[in-house]
């Protein structure tokens, strides 16, 4: 196909071959493939645009809270830059498959930079049986009554995660509405002893096939004790019992988060980047 020499707005008549293209990369694309399934491609409900020069079997990039780039060459990631630089930035990262975010990052760097924190080397793990360890029988679905004791658990993870305070721009009102979206979707996991919470996770995207989990977290005062391992394993077994693969993306540098996902049974299908913005 002849390619646009710009990237443009791909609309409904699209769908058909976004969700194909998403599909043959079902785990690196959870994020996406999720809203898509969901809202299809009418632009208020999707919250976000995709973008394309030529189709979307050709080049596909979603921009929304995140810039994230899902397929093609070095000419259509400069199309996709140079849309996303035209107005004011309304991401907050880019993020995709490392072999695309960071040329895609290199072409913004220019306009956008310097990054907050650049984060280049990140296993993308998959899961489609049971996890290799018992779970832990504890860990259970957060009920709505429990939303103010996970959501300081969440916050405190979100500080040491990303290092910014989820609170700082509106008061926390939508970061504690996103986080009471998650449990009464019941998408947000945890296990409790005496009013707190020691492990908690949520399954932050899930498509009709992949389940992506997120904001993996342990109490400090409860490190090395097998929590992380055995409260992944237990969200991980719900998202293969859903028929769905259960996946997670992690830092390279993270050496003990990557023995915990290995205890599990979790392996490398991909490698991810994503580059925080202030």
Request: a neutral charge; one cysteine or more.
């Amino acid at each position: 196909m002849l390619k646009l020499l710009g990237a443009r707005q791909l609309g409904s008549r699209d769908t058909p071959q976004v969700l194909d293209v998403l599909d043959s990369d079902p785990v690196a694309a959870c994020m996406v493939a999720a809203r898509v399934q969901e809202f299809g491609l009418e632009p208020r409900a999707f919250q976000g645009e995709l973008w394309s020069r030529g189709g979307p079997h050709e080049s596909l990039c979603f921009s929304g809270a995140n810039l994230v780039p899902l397929r093609g060459d070095r000419d259509d990631l400069r199309a996709f830059a140079d849309r996303a630089s035209r107005g004011p930035r309304m991401c907050s990262s880019v993020v995709g498959r490392s072999e695309l975010a960071l040329p895609l990052w290199e072409m913004l760097v220019g306009e956008w930079g310097p990054a907050r924190e650049l984060r280049s080397d990140q296993p993308l793990l998959a899961l489609g049986h049971a996890a290799a360890i018992a779970p832990d029988p504890a860990v259970r679905q957060v009920r709505m009554d429990e939303l103010d004791c996970y959501l300081r658990a969440a916050i405190d993870m979100f500080i040491e995660e990303v290092g910014v305070d989820p609170r700082a721009n509106d008061g926390g009102n939508g970061y504690r509405r996103r986080v009471a979206n998650l449990i009464a979707s019941g998408r947000a996991w945890a296990r409790f002893e005496d009013g707190q919470v020691l492990f908690k996770a949520e399954v932050g995207s899930m498509s009709r096939t992949v389940g992506q989990i997120q904001g993996v977290w342990v109490d400090p005062a409860h490190r090395g004790l097998g929590y992380g391992a055995m409260g992944t394993a237990a969200v991980a077994n719900a998202v293969v019992a859903s028929g769905r693969t259960a996946s997670l993306y992690v830092n390279s540098f993270n050496g003990a988060a990557r023995r915990t996902y290995d205890r599990v049974g979790f392996t490398q299908i991909a490698t991810f980047a994503t580059v925080l913005l202030d």
